[in-house]
């Protein structure tokens, strides 16, 4: 139970997403658009791309003396 008069009222809203996704959730806030959303973003899309810019990952391997498919010493 919370205290009375210390908590803002939540209100129901409407967020608005560039792609045309609405969400419906409550907020103290009022309804408002966002550029992004769930729907749209893509690491939830499966569209993620992981890209090695400017060979991070080789450069990182040479400099600590690691070949990229180095056995494991049992």
Excluded at 21 to 30: F, K, L
Excluded at 38 to 56: E, I, N, V, W
């Amino acid at each position: 139970m919370p205290k009375q008069g210390i908590h803002p009222a939540y209100i129901m809203t409407k967020v608005n997403c560039a792609c045309g996704n609405i969400v419906v959730t409550a907020s103290t806030r009022g309804s408002f658009a966002v550029d992004i959303c769930s729907a749209c973003h893509p690491f939830y899309t499966g569209k993620q791309k992981l890209m090695d810019t400017a060979g991070r990952i080789d450069r990182f391997q040479r400099k600590y003396g690691r070949s990229p498919a180095a056995p494991k010493p049992e």
